[in-house]
């Protein structure tokens, strides 16, 4: 697939490169959802989609688990597969 469609915030790096994208972006999104419902808000939450997408794209250095919501590490590797 080679569209663009969904919320800045659950958008597969892959997808906003547009270069095609197959089943595994519903993977990352699964992961983004699973951190929020850990978490209590998306990882790339940002005021402007242009930051968004910013973090997405360099999300192996924008993805944070704050310390003060204790999770456990099962529970990050999951996230992180």
Do not use: H
Request: with cysteine.
């Amino acid at each position: 697939a080679f569209s663009t469609v969904g919320t800045p915030d659950y958008i597969a790096p892959e997808v906003f490169m547009q270069n095609g994208y197959n089943k595994l972006c519903d993977w990352w999104s699964l992961g983004v959802i699973m951190y929020e419902m850990l978490i209590g808000y998306p990882p790339f939450c940002s005021e402007t989609p242009q930051e968004t997408y910013r973090k997405v794209m360099n999300w192996r250095e924008t993805l944070i688990f704050p310390p003060e919501v204790p999770i456990s590490e099962k529970a990050k590797d999951l996230i992180l597969r």
